[in-house]
């Protein structure tokens, strides 16, 4: 080994470090640590002295461990013979051995003479004493994966002699998937949709869509392991039938046609149909109830997909097999006849046009329920009865429903010729009657025949279409089974009608212009158009602005913070043309709008104008902006128009201050200079004359100044 002396008279060693020392060690006796003698000495350059250090050196302990493992899922596997894992240390010293595993228990059949930590037969545990004790609990080990765990897991063997550094080996193990049955979840029934009495010819439903709620492979999803992924829904193995012939017959479609389903099923022939497969009751003459229900296993396609008709065996169900252990009924119900009310003539095509009187819904239509009809000596009793009238797709408020002819709303009564027949509500687009025992037959066909349709908004679909409902309200004195309904509909013809636009604001505020002024005077600083047709554009649209009683001068042009630009005559927003613009610079300007003109980009339109004149006018002058909507839907290009006024108030420019300074003096205000240009004062007299705002002459350093509030500064000097 290698001894290194420190500087304190300290040393360090280190064994091994080459492949003679590793031999020497080796070669040592078990159960002994190796010797190392270092003889070393000392001198001052005039004498020396020598002396023998023996430092003992403790070997490192070994483990010995198969290769990689395969075992099934939920099964033990014994790591004995080839598979024997085993400790070993040169210095015979007590070992202490980690055994750990992720997915799966650690057990040992033996741990006599060890000291165990933890507990054996989970997924971690670890043992200490000496090696003999510790290979013979070793060869007890055995492993068993999670309950239905497949997938990688590792088993990690930590072995320390308290010494040097733990020795850790790893053996890789497989847990190969093994199918286990389905289960089944959310309850252990199933029921068709319910049935009429005598239907002659039930369409059933699919299996999937019967028992598909009620299976779960969820034990196979070993997929966040890299294990196994569920199976899927194969369909059912049915293995009793309890109905009887008085009651009808169970039975499943296949080959074109419905078979019977035998009432007396062996378990050792379970009949099989596909998850696709279709099951229906078809009851016998005039039953209805409830019949016996079919008993079935679930099938998982762990074995394949199933064919419907064949047989299984299901003497065996639940494990590895793909029956469910458990069973699911399938049931019906058959209800009793009650004669549902049907429409007739319930097909005419009204046509509403906006803004007109509502029109008839069908003058001609009629409601018959053959148990209703016959009550009253055969002129009928709608009592319970009720009749639903709405938008299909959902309620509008939009949709208003009145009266005509011999049909009145008084309140919350329904009328015919003051006879009250019924009670009604009639809001947020749905009518709804309640008939009362004067509904007869007939009066039931006059409300029916004189309900009226009008739409009340600005922007109308182009058609609606009503739907009828009809409630014969049964309560059991009809039959059993609840009330039946008859529905129909009308479709409604809209035609929509232009409505005008609304340019605000309607009163807007008055703006002043200051002859002079180095910019135009914002016009409808909040200028904005409402149309009720909501329109996508106004295409075909015009906006005028143009002043009335105009002075030579008088200018409207686009504002500097406009968005807006003319491109030879186009106007543009950017990249976007919303129109022509003729008039910029002139008393009057026109836009003609196009399909760029979006609601957003007229109101910002309306926003770009200002006003400017040259003129010496103080009049005021009247704006006038003119929007023309394009026609909208229902009308014709330019279409309907709004206006306001806007005043724009012109005044002269303001009066300012005069002041002056000779020779670095203070200022001194001389007096006033007025916008009409009197007010012109003498300033300094002496070698000169200099005066405001003609200055000339000789004299000393004079300086002239007009006040900010004029709007200018200006000064001359000598």
């Known amino acids: 080994g290698d001894l290194t002396l420190s500087a304190n008279g300290g040393y360090s060693y280190s064994a091994g470090a080459t492949s003679t020392e590793r031999t020497a060690l080796a070669g040592a006796a078990t159960g002994s640590h190796p010797l190392e003698i270092v003889t070393y000495t000392i001198s001052d350059g005039h004498t020396a002295a020598s002396s023998t250090l023996t430092i003992s050196v403790d070997r490192f302990p070994a483990n010995s461990v198969p290769g990689a493992q395969t075992v099934n899922e939920d099964t033990s596997l014994a790591f004995t013979g080839a598979k024997l894992i085993s400790v070993s240390d040169p210095d015979d010293a007590p070992l202490a051995v980690a055994l750990s595993a992720a997915h799966g228990n650690i057990t040992l059949g033996t741990t006599t003479g060890l000291t165990v930590t933890g507990t054996n037969g989970s997924h971690g545990v670890t043992i200490a004493g000496s090696v003999t004790a510790l290979d013979t609990a070793l060869a007890s080990l055995s492993y068993q994966g999670d309950s239905n765990f497949n997938g990688a897991d590792t088993l990690t063997i930590n072995t320390s002699d308290g010494i040097t550094p733990h020795v850790i080996n790893t053996v890789g193990l497989t847990v190969s998937p093994v199918n286990d049955a389905p289960v089944v979840v959310n309850g252990t029934s199933a029921t068709l949709v319910a049935i009429n009495e005598d239907l002659a010819n039930p ?11 009620h299976f779960s492979d969820a034990t196979d999803e070993q997929t966040a392991n890299g294990g196994s992924g569920p199976n899927n829904f194969a369909g059912v193995a049915v293995t009793a039938n309890a109905a009887t012939a008085s009651q009808g ?42 019949p016996g229900v079919l008993t079935v296993h679930e099938v998982d396609d762990s074995a394949g997909a199933i064919t419907t008709g064949t047989t299984a065996d299901l003497t065996l169900t639940g494990g590895i097999t793909p029956y469910s252990a458990g069973t699911v009924t399938i049931g019906e119900t058959v209800n009793p006849v009650n004669d549902a009310p049907a429409f007739s003539g319930l097909d005419n095509t009204p046509s509403f046009t906006e803004g007109n009187a509502a029109v008839v819904l069908d003058g001609n239509a009629t409601v018959t329920d053959l148990d209703l009809a016959a009550l009253n000596s055969g002129n009928g009793n709608y009592l319970g009865a009720t009749l639903t009238l709405s938008r299909d797709g959902g309620a509008s408020a939009q949709d208003v429903f009145g009266t005509s002819g ?58 609606v279409q009503i739907d009828y409902t009809f409630s014969d309200g049964n309560t059991g004195s009809q039959g059993s089974g609840g009330a039946l309904t008859a529905s129909g509909h ?28 180095t910019s135009p005077v914002a016009l409808l600083a909040t200028g904005a158009v409402t149309d009720p047709d909501n329109p996508a554009n106004f295409n075909g649209g015009s906006l005028t602005v143009a002043i009335g009683s105009a002075q030579g001068g ?50 910002k339109l309306t926003e770009s104008f200002g006003f400017e004149t040259t003129s010496a006018s103080t009049a005021d002058r009247t704006v006038t902006f003119t ?46 200079i007025n916008s009409s240009g009197t007010g012109l004062h003498t300033i300094y ?29 200006f000064s001359v000097g000598k």
Do not use: C
């Open 406 to 463: 011999t049909l009145a709303f008084s309140g919350a009564n329904v009328q015919i010729s003051g006879t009250t027949v019924g009670t009604l509500t009639n809001s947020g687009g749905t009518l709804a009657i309640a008939f009362n025992a004067s509904a007869t037959s007939a009066l039931v066909n006059n409300v029916l025949d004189q309900i009226t349709y009008a739409n009340s908004s600005n922007a109308p679909p182009s058609s």
């Open 249 to 290: 017959t169970w039975q499943y479609f296949s080959g074109g046609i419905w078979q019977n389903i035998a009432t007396s099923i062996p378990v050792t022939s379970a009949l099989l149909l596909a998850s696709t497969t279709s099951v229906r009751f078809l009851p016998a003459a005039n039953f209805n109830g409830t």
């Open 685 to 713: 007299t002496g070698g000169g004359i200099q005066s405001s705002p003609s200055p000339g002459g000789n004299g000393n350093e004079t300086s002239v100044a007009v006040d900010t509030a004029a709007g200018l500064v």
């Open 490 to 517: 009308i479709a409604v013809g809209i035609t929509a009608t232009n409505d005008a636009p609304d340019l605000t604001p309607n009163a807007p505020t008055a703006v002043t212009y200051v002859e002079g002024q």
């Open 554 to 603: 008088d200018e409207i042009v686009l504002l500097g913070s406009s968005p807006f630009t003319d491109n030879a005559g186009t106007l543009m927003d950017g990249l976007t043309a919303i129109g022509t613009v003729t008039g910029l610079g002139t008393s009057s300007v026109s836009v003609s709008l196009d399909a760029g003109a979006t609601p957003s980009e007229v109101d």
């Open 627 to 672: 929007f023309k909507d394009g026609g909208n839907t229902g009308g014709t290009p330019p279409g309907l128009q709004d206006s306001v006024t806007q005043t724009v108030h012109v005044t002269g420019p303001a009066d300012a201050q005069l002041y002056f300074r000779i020779n670095q003096g203070n200022d001194v205000q001389l007096g006033d």
């Open 203 to 213: 369409v059933g439903e699919q299996i999937i869509t019967l028992i598909g709620g």
